[in-house]
């Protein structure tokens, strides 16, 4: 699994004109699936997205977690983070999984996400065209990749 993610003021996923989820401060979280991810990516991945130390305590250091925070998290699945552009200039998607494994594994996700922040993570729709926009804080971006993980 690869993952964006994006400390936010705000952030929405938009759907057919439509706001489908909002959060204010917390995590906007691009989710990348391959066919080799498992539930312990799964497991992982969630921990490590609600543990990271990434918001400002009191003294303006990054040493909050979103948890710590009570903030919200909104999780999107985007197969474009696993596009390879070694060849050419249009990138290939076949690290990517076909949704009968990516689906299945998204919303186990969205499950154990929640089950770690201890509330509903927003989220997009599987294989719909969203529209997400976001205020990115600080600007803070992180990625992680569970088969890399550093």
Known sequence: MRAVIQ???????????NIYSQIGNGLL?????????????????????????????AAGVMNESVIDKKGDIILVSQFTLHASTKKGNRPSYIKASKPDVAVPLYEKMIQQLSADLGKQVGTGIFGADMKVELLNDGPVTIVIDTKNKE
């Open 7 to 17: 400390r936010v003021s705000k952030a929405s996923v938009t759907i057919d004109g």
């Open 29 to 57: 979280v691009l989710l990348g699936i391959e066919d080799a991810d498992t539930m312990e990516d799964i497991d992982w991945l969630s921990g490590k997205i609600v543990n990271l130390r990434i918001f400002d305590d």
